[in-house]
């Protein structure tokens, strides 16, 4: 795992903008760094060693050195694309995933993306037909950010802290993006490809792209396909389910250094435990954490987990964190204001694993590839619920969001989400059964911060025309939520303790076997995530198949209300605040007012604009230079 960062200007990078760009992301890789600098092309590197501790130094070159490569992330298959390319011919040097990578170059040029198994973006330097080719994997798991300046020129990074001391070396103002703004007030986070600096974009998932020195070309490599239907008994399917999840898991066991797993009490978790077990016995590590409250703590059920597997070694961390401390630290890495709240919990666990291991195996994208909230029931029941009278569904609408007391993850409030969401546009109900965040309506009253487009149009043209409710809410599930969500924040918080974490359940070989299925396969009987459950249920405790879904949360409310309530007070009330630039501070005095005793629960809304706030005074400050980042393993053209 690594960061990597670079570009290609007319003028040229300069050392000292490489190095400060890659001092700036040492926490991604803290063992090794090189650079690479032809010309008006450099390359730079920060390496956490994985895979070939003592060959894997990059850049990595081709025999001629005509090839180079800087790599971020894992290719399982590596092992198996390097014997095909030795038989070609290939002659390598180390046992590198990485070098692959510039092999399989050679063979099939910017077509190698549909070749490899894992998370990636990596930048290829071709000398010989003088281009740049950065890519992504499938899912966006590994992040890379480019911008092009005025003279036609690209710089790229793995983080926008990497990206910030390339922009200002090419004279690039870092200004944020109002609409950046907008769409996080509805979403939580910043959707991908855009980003909140304006001009900076994310590489699109599944993307690639292709620079000669004139001209950005970005190109789909791959497409999620929800729309071609496979005709399968559902024995059969939870026989194959479990083959995929079995190799995917067993695919990324391929270490060179210590290795665990992150186990909750949640379904998706104990499968990868279970599966790593088969596949190494009881030399394995989990990790977990003990929230306090028992409404929130997971723990006692993972240690239950843990002893049934036969995993000895299972370490718990009990959340004895400031939350005042806690809150500045995501604000100041996350390099886009970010209002999910288990992001904190999600930066300690990764502290505690790295004092053990180097790599973790997670659960992250079970729900969203095999349905596991309640908004994809709601899409589910979505054709019922259009056959009530209007009249009668906003009524009752109406009169269980008062029965529920503004607890929207209560039976009650569920129900009155999902009456509310079915007689409205696609992409407003996805945003009722979605999130906590702010519809356009409640924003157009509050907002200030100048013309924008409404968030709901561009959900609403997101997905594939044609798809069933349910596969429309798990592909903007998995382009909006997972993309510009869960995965940044997983990559944030490990990336951040030095530590490599791994999605097994985002395999693109499983994801496309169960977007192939009926929607009935992934919801039977009105259960959730029912393939993942049925496939599972003779290995795993009666208590995890069965068990509610919890999520990794935190006492979010109660440290509102105590330990950040000085914090909320004084930060949002302030005449300078930086968000009165974005809302109207009426809006303002009301939410505060509202917190005291938070008597309609808005609490997600509270962080969220107090997380925007945070984020926006960090953004502000003077952009100080990290220290020289003094290389010695520069390479020559």
Not at 102 to 127: K, N, P, Q, S
Not at 171 to 182: A, D, I, K, N, S
Not at 529 to 547: F, H, M, N, Q, T
């Amino acid at each position: 795992m690594c960061g990597i960062c670079g570009g290609w200007l007319d003028g040229g990078v300069s050392h000292e903008a490489l190095d400060h760009s890659m001092e700036s992301m040492r926490h991604r890789g803290p063992d090794d760094h090189g650079q690479y600098f032809d010309g008006p092309v450099a390359l730079g590197m920060v390496r956490l060693s994985v895979i070939d501790l003592a060959g894997g130094h990059q850049p990595v070159f081709n025999e001629d050195h005509s090839v180079a490569v800087v790599f971020n992330g894992e290719i399982y298959n590596y092992r198996e694309l390097m014997a095909e390319l030795r038989q070609s011919g290939h002659v390598f040097r180390s046992d590198s995933d990485t070098e692959v990578l510039v092999h399989l170059y050679e063979e099939v040029g910017a077509d190698l993306c549909e070749r490899l198994r894992g998370m990636f973006t990596f930048a290829i330097w071709d000398t010989r037909r003088r281009r740049l080719l950065l890519a992504r994997d499938r899912f966006g798991k590994k992040p890379l950010y480019y911008a092009t300046d005025h003279d036609g020129g690209i710089i790229f990074a793995s983080e926008l802290k990497g990206l910030r001391p390339l922009m200002q070396a090419a004279g690039l103002p870092v200004e944020v993006r109002t609409q950046g703004v907008y769409d996080y007030l509805s979403l939580g986070s910043v959707p991908q490809p855009e980003t909140i600096y304006r001009g900076v974009h994310a590489l699109p998932m599944g993307s690639r792209l292709l620079f000669d020195g004139e001209h950005v070309k970005v190109t789909p490599y791959w497409k999620l396909n929800f729309g071609v239907k496979r005709k399968i008994p559902y024995r059969d399917a939870l026989q194959h389910t479990r083959e995929l999840v079995s190799q995917a898991v067993r695919l990324r066991l391929r270490s060179d250094v210590p290795l665990g797993v992150f186990l909750s009490g949640g379904v998706d978790s104990s499968v990868i435990a279970y599966e790593a077990t088969r596949a190494l016995g009881g030399n394995l590590q989990s990790f977990t954490v003990a929230m306090g409250a028992a409404a929130f703590d997971e723990s006692p059920t993972a240690g239950r987990t843990a002893r049934k597997l036969g995993i000895n070694d299972h370490h718990v961390l009990p959340l004895r964190v400031s939350p005042l401390e806690e809150i500045q630290r995501v604000a100041r890495h996350y390099d886009q204001p970010y209002a999910d709240s288990s992001a904190i919990p999600s930066m300690a666990i990764s502290r505690l694993a790295r004092q053990h291991v180097t790599v973790v195996l997670n659960g992250d994208g079970g729900d969203e590839v095999f349905a596991g909230y309640r908004r994809h029931l709601a899409a589910w029941l979505a054709p019922l619920g259009r056959c009530l009278p209007h009249g009668l569904s906003r009524r009752a609408a109406q009169m269980l969001r008062l029965l529920s007391h503004g607890k929207r993850r209560s039976a009650t409030g569920f129900a009155s989400r999902f009456l509310r969401g079915t007689r409205e546009s696609w992409a407003t109900r996805y945003l009722i059964w979605t999130g906590d965040m702010l519809l356009d309506a409640d924003k157009r009253r509050i907002w200030k911060g100048g013309p924008v487009r409404p968030t709901e149009d561009w959900i609403e043209t997101l997905a594939p025309r044609g798809l069933s409710s349910l596969d429309r809410q798990l592909f903007n599930d998995i382009h909006i939520i997972l993309q510009s969500g869960l995965l940044v924040k997983m990559d944030m918080a490990t990336m951040a303790a030095s530590l490599e974490g791994r999605s097994p359940l985002l395999d693109h070989h499983l994801i496309e076997f169960t977007a192939s299925l009926p929607d009935g396969y992934r919801i039977r009987n009105g259960q959730l995530k029912s393939l993942l459950r049925d496939a599972y249920r003779d290995c795993l405790p009666r208590e995890v198949i069965k068990g509610r879904k919890r999520g990794f949360e935190i006492p979010l409310r109660q440290w509102l209300e105590n330990d950040l309530r000085e914090l909320v007070q004084d930060t949002l009330r302030s005449p300078s605040a930086h968000i009165r630039d974005y809302l109207e501070s009426s809006f303002i005095e009301e939410l505060l007012d509202e917190t005291v005793g938070m008597e309609r629960n808005r609490a997600s809304l509270v962080y969220t604009v107090l997380m925007l706030e945070l984020w926006l005074q960090e953004y502000t400050r003077s952009f100080l230079k990290p220290a020289a980042f003094h290389s010695s393993c520069g390479s020559p053209a």
